[in-house]
């Protein structure tokens, strides 16, 4: 089963965040990888818990998210 993974990425111009479904994190940045959704320099990631999942538009998976597009939907969700 896989599980839905935020991978931050940075460059000089901007950040993004990818959720990336995987079954471990570096699964997931492959994966990633494979779909050239990793611009820049990998930051960080983590597994989402099952409550936030819930949350995540299918819209948001395998797509690179703008850093507000992201801090929105935290926001949204209450978590930011």
């Not at 965040?17 to 494979?34: C, F």
């Not at 959704?37 to 818990?49: R, S, V």
Request: charged share 20%; proline share 4%; glycine share 6%.
């Amino acid at each position: 089963m896989d599980h839905l993974y935020w991978l931050s990425y940075c460059n000089k111009d901007h950040v993004h965040v990818v959720i990336q479904p995987g079954m471990s994190l570096t699964h997931a940045r492959l994966k990633a990888a494979l779909a050239h959704l990793d611009d820049g320099t990998f930051a960080g990631g983590h597994q989402l818990d099952t409550e936030t999942i819930k949350w995540v538009p299918p819209r948001m998976i395998s797509r690179r998210l703008a850093a507000d597009e992201a801090m929105k939907f935290l926001a949204n969700r209450g978590d930011a």
